[in-house]
Nanobody, 114 residues
Framework: VQLQASGGGEVQTGGSLDLTCTAS????????MGWFRQAPGNRREVVAG???????KTVYNDAVKGRFAISRDKNTVHLQMTDLKPGDTAVYYC?????????WGQGTLVTVSS
């Protein structure tokens, strides 16, 4: 299973970025697809995700609610990020859960300057 992520970059505070991740390869049905992030010195944390086993229920980290929007189309997940803040600076990792296995993308850097 390969996860190809794209869309990171650098923006100023208040700017927007879109991240996209596409899963390919042999796997069972996707149970969950979403994004984590990890800032220097911090633990990896959930950003947002789509729970396909619960009728595509979306989940968000409280820190991004109202600013980020996640959507999924088959094996691709999009993360629209608006009103970005310096605290959103991190490496963002796409992940897929499928029948008890977790897969990770390579990470894409998002930098928000003040």
């Amino acid at each position: 299973v390969q996860l190809q992520a794209s869309g990171g970059g650098e923006v100023q505070t208040g700017g927007s970025l879109d991240l996209t991740c596409t899963a390919s390869g042999t796997m069972f049905a996707i149970d969950y697809m979403g994004w984590f992030r990890q800032a220097p010195g911090n633990r990896r944390e959930v950003v947002a995700g789509v729970q396909t086993t619960e009728k595509n229920k979306t989940v968000y980290n409280d820190a991004v609610k109202g600013r980020f929007a996640i959507s999924r189309d088959k094996n691709t997940v999009h993360l629209q990020m608006t009103d970005l803040k310096p605290g959103d600076t991190a490496v963002y990792y796409c992940n897929v859960d499928s029948k008890g296995s977790r897969y990770w993308g390579q990470g894409t850097l998002v930098t928000v300057s003040s």
